[in-house]
């Protein structure tokens, strides 16, 4: 690849037939949107929840019970919907991949409705199938089992709103692997459980683990639909999220930042396991091809 | 172990990738599998191995029926074009993987692998990964893996397709001298007439889905059975006639066919390969054709040279030898005259050669 140097000190560009100043404006608009947008909100967060002090800050999060159980649900919560959608997501991906069968272009397209559904509608889909008067709703109460208003809807909600992720991550990756190495596999005479976990996992794993850290983070800040089915019951049902909204419409805006602020910090922590993960693979990579390139022709 | 395949047949939808194919590979032979692409022969070896299934038909190990047996219990060694290692393996791993799989002792897999990997001359490569080899040493390692369970027979997929000409033609002989030693049934699939004619015992040269001959190499090159098979094996002239009253008229031949003696003309075809035409200066025999130089290409150890024929208006490929293209001295333009040693005419349902 060709790098031009561009005419400003330190602006460089890839394709150097457009003019300076349009670099300059869309350098600068980029910057400017991201700037406002998400740098100065996630800073006034910081601030919001720091500004009455730090004793205030853990006083917040660790002293009221109520907090605390929306912390403990949702880390609860958003690892069983991505357990799930692991599982899920893994299967549908294998389906998709390594059969042909009649309904599979449909099947592809059904994967990505979560995504193009509001997040309330589908929780307003879950409350009219288990609600009280929804059509499952009184079968399943007979069994014994409450999901609306209760934990299990929120792990439904979060679940369904989550799904795409791995699923997506994972089937052009497997669509790219082919079905080589597995034949050889069964040609070599393993089972359908040593194929598994001995060729395709180990293939697949970077992209999963891309998958569930997307779907990681997207299932610990689930608001909408998970709004509509929890009844938002305070103890029992709200989420860290649900939290955040309720102690803000309380006017308790120093408890209601600290939580945002915990919710921005796992953020956080997720977008820099998956830079260093990034990170690892391309030097991984990079250290292989420069191996590669010693070898004797 | 023998191969027995009987009445197979295997459709794609509406496509027919094999159609009521019948064939014996006897025990310890290296046969090849020839086509152009389409003609069913990798589907048939993928049939054999078990990764597919015949829609009809009965495919027989020795004397066992192993139709309906999976991949995994057949017993075969398989080797893919695209070598299929494992590439989060090493090599190591890899050649090990099939006895893994059987949960073989941990000592006896480490001979093994050793063994192996000194068969296919990878001593002390056994760290490094796929990516980290060339493309032979990446086939050689593919075979080690397909070799190491002690396969019933060894399938292999077009498995130097990939490899550039002078890695390709190490591993012909190399394969070739690995049979000799080991003298397992061998079946493999190639597109490449002169691969299957170097390394096979047995060619079998399959069209759409259909046997268009089974012989040795040698038969199949001197008495192709179709004008498919002659046009396949390698660079023809073609000449449209008839036959009639026991003679054909061929382009500008005329050849005693003895086969149809009617009266009535029917429709044939001759072919006559480059190296079975002489160019000379003057005509040796009745048969000789006028002709004008309009090409010629000396290509290495042969040269080819392109002739106008006169009154016919087509041109032929002729081979040169060296020594005769020297004698020659050919010049563009100069006139020549062309003389048949031998051809094949086919008619439908009829051939003959003389």
């Known amino acids: ?297 | 172990m023998s191969i027995s395949i009987r009445h197979v047949t295997k459709k794609f939808g509406q496509f027919t990738a094999l159609n009521d194919i019948s064939l014996e590979v006897p025990s310890g032979c290296l046969l090849a599998l020839l086509g152009p692409s389409g003609s069913g022969k990798t589907s048939l070896l993928r049939i054999i191995s078990g990764l597919e299934y015949a829609d009809h038909g009965a495919i027989l190990f020795q004397d066992e029926d192993v139709t309906k047996q999976a991949a995994r219990d057949r017993g075969v060694g398989f080797v893919f074009q695209h070598y299929a290692l494992f590439r989060h393996m090493t090599v190591f791993e890899n050649v090990a993987f099939g006895m893994r799989v059987r949960k073989m002792p941990r000592s006896e897999v480490q001979d093994r692998v050793q063994e192996l990997l000194g068969l296919v001359r990878l001593e002390g490569l056994g760290h490094r990964y796929p990516s980290e080899l060339s493309g032979g040493q990446r086939q050689r390692v593919a075979l080690a893996r397909a070799l190491a369970v002690r396969p019933r027979m060894l399938l292999l997929d077009e498995p130097f397709g990939a490899l550039d000409a002078k890695v390709r033609q190490e591993l012909r002989n190399w394969l070739r001298r690995l049979h000799e030693e080991m003298h397992v049934t061998t079946v493999f699939v190639t597109h490449d007439q002169e691969e299957a004619f170097e390394v096979a015992d047995q060619v079998v040269v399959m069209r759409q889905g259909n046997i268009e001959q089974v012989g040795t190499p040698q038969e199949v090159f001197d008495r192709p059975a179709t004008p498919f098979v002659m046009d396949f094996l390698g660079n023809v002239n073609v000449f449209h006639g008839r036959v009639q009253a026991g003679q054909a008229h061929v382009g500008p031949f005329t050849l005693a066919f003895a086969d149809y003696q009617h009266d009535e003309p029917r429709h044939a075809t001759a072919y006559v390969r480059p190296h079975e035409l002489e160019i000379e200066r003057t005509p040796s025999t009745t048969a000789s054709l006028a002709g004008r130089v309009v090409q010629i290409n000396p290509h290495g150890a042969v040269s080819k040279v392109r002739v106008l024929l006169d009154g016919y208006g087509a041109e032929v490929t002729v081979d040169l030898v060296r020594e005769k293209s020297q004698q020659l001295q050919l010049c563009l333009n100069d006139n020549v005259f062309v003389t048949p040693s031998t051809a094949r005419v086919f008619m439908p349902d009829v051939d003959y050669a003389i």
């Open chain 1, 1 to 297: 690849m060709q790098v031009k140097q561009g005419h400003g000190p330190g602006i460089s560009t890839l394709t150097p037939q457009e003019p300076f100043w349009l670099r300059c404006v869309l350098i600068s608009l980029s910057f400017l949107v991201v700037g406002s947008l998400i740098l100065v909100p996630i800073i006034y967060v910081f601030y919001q929840a720091i500004a009455p002090g730090i004793g205030t800050f853990f006083h917040n999060l660790l002293m009221d019970r109520d907090t605390r159980h929306a912390v403990w649900l949702t880390l609860t919560v958003a690892p069983l919907a991505v357990l799930f959608n692991t599982l899920f997501g893994i299967a549908a991906a294998w389906t998709i991949t390594k059969f042909r069968f009649p309904g599979r272009t449909l099947l592809m397209s059904l994967l990505d409705m979560p995504f193009a559904i509001s997040p309330v509608v589908a929780g307003l889909m879950f409350v009219l199938l288990f609600g009280m008067q929804g059509y499952l709703g009184p079968a399943v109460r007979e069994w014994g089992i409450r999901i609306i208003f209760a934990w299990p809807g929120l792990v439904l909600a979060t679940t369904f709103v989550t799904m795409p992720f791995i699923a997506r991550e994972l089937i052009p990756l497997m669509q790219t692997l082919g079905s080589d190495e597995e034949l050889a596999a069964v040609s070599l005479g393993a089972n359908p459980w040593q194929l598994f976990w001995r060729v395709t996992l180990p293939n697949i794993r970077w992209g999963l683990l891309f998958g569930i850290i997307q779907c990681h983070a997207r299932a610990i800040g689930e608001f909408g639909a998970v709004y509509v089915v929890s009844g938002h019951i305070a103890g029992e049902t709200d989420t860290m999220p649900l939290r955040v909204e309720k102690l803000f419409q309380e006017y308790n805006n120093p408890a209601s930042f600290a939580v945002a602020l915990l919710l921005t910090l796992i953020a956080l922590a997720t977008l820099i396991a998956k830079l260093v993960l990034e990170h690892w693979l391309t030097t991984q990579e990079a250290a292989r091809r420069a191996e590669i390139e010693e070898l004797p022709a």
